[in-house]
């Protein structure tokens, strides 16, 4: 790990734990309109931004399926949720950057919108920890696609193999991948297969085990 100069951390299901709060707001969005969603289409959303999440809704339901009716509930239901109850944080987040931060330059590459992330960041008390945030309507296309590490990277003036990604979902392991970051997967909803593990230096738990390598 000689040659790690900075850890790129993905936001949601690694440091907050917005993943079970969209799983609830997907589910009322769905009720509302009246339509099926099963496990295997939400998690090809998840670690998705916000146009390529309506390009797979439009593939999965139809191209004449009202995404955008859909996505306005399923951010009022969230703000709802987020306003009224709070984001949890994902377990050791606030202690991994605490110990991070000392050691190595941290960014953040979330397919999460940027008012979003500034926020929900802010509200957590960890924005502070971020040199920079790279997030998703600042690039043309998200997770799974490299743009968004790269763009990280650059940002922070480093070359992608000097940086390791943290990630907990398959867009994500592959986005870092493909864009050149040692990755390390902490799985949140989704479990990797045997591609995915092949992708990864590693794979905990919980951000506790960065500890372990870092």
Not at 62 to 78: E, I, T
Not at 176 to 203: F, Q, R, T
């Amino acid at each position: 790990m000689e040659k790690i100069k900075a850890i790129v951390f993905d936001m949601d299901g690694i440091l907050l734990d917005t993943e079970t709060i969209c799983d609830r707001t997907w589910a009322m969005a769905a009720r509302t309109m009246g339509i099926q969603t099963d496990v295997d289409f939400v998690n090809e959303c998840r670690g998705t931004n916000f146009h390529d999440t309506c390009i797979i809704l439009k593939r999965c339901l139809g191209q004449d399926f009202d995404v955008d009716r859909f996505m306005q509930l399923n951010s009022q239901y969230f703000h709802e949720i987020e306003f009224g109850e709070g984001i949890p944080l994902m377990p050791y987040a606030k202690e991994i950057l605490e110990y991070l931060k000392p050691r190595y330059r941290i960014a953040l590459a979330s397919s999460t919108r940027g008012e979003s992330v500034r926020r929900q960041l802010t509200n957590a008390g960890l924005i502070d920890y971020f040199e920079t945030l790279t997030t998703g309507d600042m690039v043309s296309h998200s997770k799974p696609d490299p743009e968004i590490y790269r763009l990280a990277c650059n940002s922070i003036g480093l070359e992608p193999e000097n940086c390791i990604a943290v990630e907990d979902s398959p867009n994500g392991i592959r986005s870092a991948s493909a864009a050149g970051l040692n990755v390390i997967m902490v799985p949140d909803k989704i479990k990797p297969d045997e591609k995915i593990k092949a992708l990864c230096c590693h794979v905990f738990d919980s951000l506790k085990g960065l500890e372990s390598v870092l």
